[in-house]
């Protein structure tokens, strides 16, 4: 069993920049494939980027690439989604998801273990 918490959410100008966090505990996840989602009100859970931890190969959604960084501290338990110029269509609480697996995946039923979620809100 995996545990996963977010922090760093909050409200920021468009343009701005935030640094979410996801610290796991339970088993250690050398092997697992971890990734980043969001919802906005009234839409669906999309992908935004994923890394695999075996490999650190990272994987983004074309809607952020460019702009948001995704990454882990192993020795930490950690991973990291650093967000830069941030704009009003990023606003969604986002979501740390884990897959007890080295392949990357970008759909949401595909991972096993999530967060509660951290609010994300771009002021414009």
């Known amino acids: 069993q995996v545990q996963l918490v977010e922090s760093g959410g909050g409200l920021v100008q468009a343009g701005g920049s935030l640094r979410l966090s996801c610290a796991a505990s339970?088993?250690?996840?050398?092997?697992?494939?971890l990734g980043w989602f969001r919802q906005a009100p009234g839409k669906e859970r999309e992908f935004v980027a994923a890394?695999?931890?075996?490999?650190?190969?990272?994987f983004y959604a074309d809607s952020v690439k460019g702009r948001f960084t995704i990454s882990g501290d192993n020795a930490k338990n950690t991973m990291y989604l650093e967000m830069n110029s941030l704009k009003p269509e990023d606003t969604a609480v986002y979501y740390c998801?884990?897959?007890?697996?080295?392949?990357?995946?970008?759909?949401?039923?595909?991972?096993?273990?999530w967060g509660q979620g951290t609010q994300v809100t771009v002021s414009s």
């Open positions: 998801a884990a897959k007890d697996s080295s392949v990357y995946y970008n759909i949401p039923i595909q991972y096993d273990y």
């Open positions: 339970g088993r250690t996840f050398s092997r697992y494939t």
């Open positions: 890394i695999t931890r075996s490999g650190g190969r990272t």
